[in-house]
């Protein structure tokens, strides 16, 4: 029978059925808030999923459009009072739409460059120093996405490279970890490792940070290149399986950590994705051995989507913040709805992603906040694109807490 989808790993249909189409995920999918359209909402495009195994049917460009315009946030996956799992659907249906051959070849090798820079830590650190013009430089490019590109351009980066081994500095030791370093969060957010590192050390963890491989491959999962991800989920793998824990401060790298199990189909590719853990998780696991000291800002939470969605961690990082004395932690409204980075979601599709950033930053701005507190570099970049307010991951404000430094 003659399908949409090809035998590798197409969307399952038991879990296509288990979609009742009631309509929750609507008030909550950031697609559909910016297009309005059934087709762009989560039961629209399984339903779509379920087309595609009809027999005849075909991948279409305007099929292709819809799938596209999907962020991955998963926030359906948490208003599903179904427990329809969305997001191993999407991930399946992403690599058929790559295989397909409806894509242009222009868009296909904009996709590939991104994927060449983007995931390429020795080519980001040789372009970071002029990064700061790219904001200057956007509006004189007639190009959208080239100048959506040069719009999200960090005003400073802050490469640093990490001692391969950490000690614990704590009383109580609990053990070692390996550090995931990330691609862009090492180049452009060395501060935040480095903080990340002085935090794990102040609480008892010995730490080690290996500088390979240079990426986890997540945005490449995330977009449907399947290839490429599994061949960097597996280099991964045999660089930190040796561990017993895997700590990441990103919550897009921890996400797709966590899914290698899903997406290799293999037991050793599952006992690792069972020993990965956010760094938040990990604080929480264990009362606070370092003294925190006064640090008086009033900062809004930004919830990632991939980890509050896609991982469930929503409670760890508020704790960790109110532990902080003088801190108060203030909730915007609207937490649940993507800001529209979404991993190269903002570079392939920047009308929809600058909409949601904008509603993203007023709902932030509403809540007087002095600073901002979001614990992924890709939210941090289109939020600070729409809101001249100071953008923290929870790891530096803890940071300077436990230093008694001021922001």
């Not at 995931?119 to 700061?132: E, S």
């Not at 790219?134 to 040069?150: D, E, I, Q, S």
């Not at 979001?374 to 404000?397: E, F, K, S, W």
Request: hydrophobic content about 40%; glycine content about 6%.
């Amino acid at each position: 029978m003659s399908t949409a989808w090809d035998t590798e790993h197409p969307p399952e249909l038991d879990l296509i059925k288990d979609c009742v189409h009631c309509g929750f995920c609507l008030p909550t999918c950031p697609s559909y808030a910016v297009f309005e359209d059934e087709a762009d909402s989560p039961r629209g495009r399984i339903l779509l999923m379920r087309i595609g195994h009809e027999e005849g049917a075909t991948i279409s460009e305007e099929m292709v459009e819809h799938f596209d315009r999907c962020l991955g946030c998963m926030a359906c996956v948490t208003a599903c009072p179904s427990g329809v799992q969305y997001d191993k659907l999407i991930e399946r249906t992403r690599p058929q739409l790559e295989r397909s051959d409806a894509r242009t070849r222009s868009e296909r090798l904009y996709r590939r460059a991104i994927f060449a820079l983007f995931t390429h830590p020795a080519r980001l650190r040789a372009l970071a120093p002029g990064a700061k013009l790219g904001p200057k430089l956007a509006p004189l490019v007639p190009n959208a996405r080239l100048r959506a590109m040069l719009s999200l351009a960090p005003a400073k980066a802050t490469y640093r490279p990490l001692r391969t081994v950490t000690r614990s500095k704590a009383p109580v030791k609990h053990g070692t970890v390996a550090f995931m370093q990330g691609c862009i969060q090492r180049v452009f957010f060395g501060d935040v490792n480095a903080a990340t590192l002085r935090v794990l050390s102040a609480e008892g963890w010995d730490v080690h940070s290996p500088r390979t491989p240079r990426c986890c491959g997540a945005l490449q999962l995330h977009a449907g290149v399947e290839e490429e991800a599994v061949a960097l989920a597996w280099k991964t793998i045999e660089a930190y399986e040796k561990y017993d824990r895997i700590v990441t401060n990103v919550a897009g790298c921890g996400s797709a950590m966590k899914d290698y199990g899903h997406v290799l189909d293999d037991d050793r590719a599952r006992a690792f994705s069972a020993k990965v853990v956010d760094v938040h998780e990990l604080l929480a696991e264990h009362e606070p051995q370092a003294v925190r000291h006064e640090l008086p800002v009033r900062a809004a939470y930004h919830d990632a989507c991939h980890l509050a969605h896609a991982q469930g961690i929503r409670s760890q990082p508020r704790e960790l913040l109110r532990g902080i004395p003088g801190l108060e932690l203030l909730e915007p409204a609207e937490w649940e709805l993507c800001c529209g980075s979404a991993g190269i979601y903002n570079l392939l599709q920047p009308d929809a992603a600058s909409k949601l950033g904008a509603r993203k930053a007023e709902n932030l701005r509403a809540t007087g906040a002095e600073a901002i507190a979001a614990a992924n570099p890709g939210c941090a970049l289109q939020i600070g694109r729409h809101l001249d307010v100071p953008i923290y991951h929870p790891m530096t404000l803890l940071d300077l807490s436990l230093r008694g430094a001021r922001p």
